[in-house]
């Protein structure tokens, strides 16, 4: 299994509701983690998670909340967002290592109404 | 601190020919390493190529080879015979050995590459 899959797909919510992103990998990779990524700009690191802890939050917001249940899961709960972080959200995982790249899932296209 | 470069923020291209993408670097890490990725209109990021530091012979993946030029701190994408298929945006991408530059991969600006049938 090469695959990180990324739930939803397409998420619209409120500035009031409480939404979950979630991510998974099985392929043994020991770190993850979330980007955020406007349109025709590369991806901004988020958090990154190694073996299971948080390991580097870039200053994000707290209605950003990540969470790493074990080693294949990785979610990111959002509450009271903006309208200004509508933007495709990118799951990745990777061996340790400047010799691997990252795995990215297909992300979920957030729009905040 | 780490850098990428990458001055063409589009480029247009015949349907069959080849294309080159421009990729410069900058660090101080002795190992890294170097990625292309190719994110389609579909917003999926896709691994295209790697190149390690290290490595002697220029990488190859089917139509895709890196230019690898370490003094230049160069790591251009070719794309020979291009499909329609190849119009994305393409990023450039590093990745450092030393601690904290070892858990992050430095993004370009990256190049928007339209095909034309």
């Known amino acids: 299994d090469t695959e990180v899959t990324q739930t939803p797909k397409h998420l619209v919510m409120g500035m009031t509701n409480k939404k979950s992103l979630k991510c998974e990998q099985h392929?043994?990779?020991?770190?993850m983690y979330w980007y955020k990524q406007k349109a025709k700009k590369p991806p901004e690191l988020m958090f990154v998670y190694s073996y299971e802890k948080l390991s580097i939050n870039e200053s994000v917001p707290s209605r950003f909340s990540p969470e790493c249940p074990n080693s294949s899961l990785l979610n990111l709960h959002l509450h009271a967002l903006q309208p200004e972080d509508s933007a495709l959200y990118l799951c990745?995982?990777?061996?340790?290592?400047?010799?691997?790249?990252?795995?990215f899932g297909s992300g979920t296209r957030l729009t905040v109404v | 601190a780490q850098k990428i470069t990458q001055t063409q923020p589009g480029m247009f291209v015949q349907e069959k020919e080849a294309v080159t993408l421009d990729c410069t670097y900058d660090t101080s890490d002795p190992s890294y390493g170097l990625f292309w990725y190719k994110q389609p209109s579909s917003g999926e990021m896709i691994f295209l190529i790697y190149?390690?530091?290290?490595d002697q012979q220029n990488a190859t993946e089917g139509r895709y080879s890196l230019n690898f030029q370490k003094a230049r701190k160069s790591a251009n994408l070719v794309i020979s015979a291009s499909q329609l298929g190849d119009s994305a945006m393409y990023f450039c991408a590093m990745r450092g050995a030393r601690a904290g530059n070892n858990r992050k991969l430095i993004w370009g600006l990256g190049t928007s590459l339209a095909v034309n049938p």
């Open positions: 392929m043994g990779h020991r770190a």
């Open positions: 990745a995982s990777s061996q340790q290592g400047p010799n691997y790249g990252y795995t």
């Open positions: 190149q390690g530091s290290y």
